[in-house]
């Protein structure tokens, strides 16, 4: 991996993890990021009480914030009211989670988002699963959302960014989950470097590489569909609050091809890979032709593009036709989080992950492997209908 983490020796032997893992458990602590959300931290710090009164051993709740004066204030009273401990610190999510754990003063570091609320039996359950297995190192709770259902929030229904969310559902083991509910023995948090503190200062990928170097290090993650945490709608629900997310997240995903590079698989060349590739050869090929119409061919490559995956969708999903509006948005999403990778890719000059694909467990290459195979021939037909296409007008004049 070439990201900056804190050093780990690969050698350890089995008897020491076993003693780390088979250490009493006395209490848990409960480590919030959050960046205003004033409402919700003092929805989510009230829910956390009552958590906390249902638990027979220690908690602690650690809040770091990095709100505006106003709003920091507001939040330090919230976190006075109910028992909490505070801390102010202009850094990024990822150091904020770090922070929290460093400061924890317990053997468990759970971490919610500040947008979520505690079911009463949050904290007893997540201790439960490290009781019940001692293998166990991290857990990964459950994620209801609630909320109003606006239009954004249907199309996203209809794209892969919410299913993570829905990993904890059934019990089992995961190669990683969302940090909006999960937790993790301190000591092995700390062995493994936490959060890489690399990544973009907003959210983006961090807990997905958190959970590969768990799994990479043989480490378990398991879920717990009874340990629930609700995670309101309302900060999706504007198309400005989810283009930059999916932005975001799409930067995030370049970190996770940089680190593990010896993972990546030559893959068919993403949509943003093709137009930076076509640019060029469409601007030559205008000046030798002396014919500007072949700078036509990016418009309508990228127009079939988004009408070939909307078409795809619709023949492994007939029932949504009914809902197409949703569907095109969903789409429309796609292309944004692709847009976020593309974008780091030229800002750090290294375009691999657009021609390759990141590949941690051997099984996800099976699952993947089919519909691969469709996506290239259907980018090799939009190639050829888009020439195609640019020569017919270019040959009428």
């Known amino acids: 991996m070439r990201t900056k983490m804190a050093s780990l020796s690969t050698d350890q032997d089995n008897s020491s993890r076993r003693d780390m893992t088979n250490q009493k458990l006395q209490g848990i602590s409960v480590v919030v990021p959050t960046f205003g959300r004033v409402d919700m931290c003092r929805n989510l710090l009230a829910s ?6 249902k638990l027979n051993e220690p908690s602690e709740v650690i809040v770091i914030d990095d709100s505006p004066a106003g709003e920091a204030e507001q939040i330090k009273l919230l976190c006075e009211e109910y028992n909490s401990r505070y801390y102010r610190k202009k850094i990024g999510v990822s150091a904020k989670r770090n922070l929290g754990a460093t400061i924890a003063s317990h053997p468990i570091v759970l971490f919610v988002d500040s947008d979520c609320e505690a079911t009463p039996e949050l904290l007893s359950e997540h201790l439960a699963l490290y009781r019940k297995n001692k293998r166990v190192v991290s857990v990964l709770g459950r994620t209801v959302f609630k909320g109003r259902s606006s239009f954004i929030w249907k199309a996203l229904q209809f794209t892969p960014f919410l299913e993570p969310f829905r990993f904890a559902d059934t019990e089992g083991q995961r190669v990683w989950g969302p940090s909006n509910n999960l937790s993790c023995r301190k000591e092995v948090f700390e062995q493994v470097g936490g959060f890489d503190e690399t990544f973009p200062s907003k959210p983006g990928g961090e807990d997905v590489d958190f959970g590969y170097r768990l799994y990479r290090q043989g480490y378990m993650l398991l879920a717990n569909p009874d340990a629930i945490v609700y995670h309101t709608t309302e900060t999706w629900k504007t198309f400005s609050q989810t283009l930059n997310r999916l932005f975001h997240w799409g ?4 970190n996770l091809y940089y680190n593990y ?105 099976s699952v993947i492997w089919d519909m691969q195979v469709i996506n290239t021939w ?8 888009s020439v195609g296409l640019v020569q017919l007008i270019v040959s009428r004049g």
């Open 48 to 53: 956390l009480q009552h958590s906390r009164q």
């Open 251 to 254: 930067r995030g995903e370049f």
């Open 261 to 365: 590079d010896e993972d990546l698989h030559y893959d068919c060349p993403k949509a943003a890979a093709l137009v930076l590739l076509m640019v060029p050869v469409a601007l030559v090929v205008s000046f030798l032709d002396k014919d500007p119409k072949w700078l036509l061919i990016l418009p309508l490559f990228l127009g079939l593009n988004y009408l070939s995956r909307a078409i795809l969708h619709f023949w492994y999903h007939p029932e949504r036709l009914r809902r197409t509006a949703h569907v095109m948005s969903a789409e429309f999403f796609l292309w944004v989080y692709e847009c976020g990778l593309t974008f780091e890719c030229l800002k750090r000059r290294w375009l691999v992950p657009l021609y390759h694909r990141l590949i941690i467990a051997p099984e996800e290459a």
């Open 378 to 385: 259907t980018v090799f037909a939009q190639l050829v209908i």
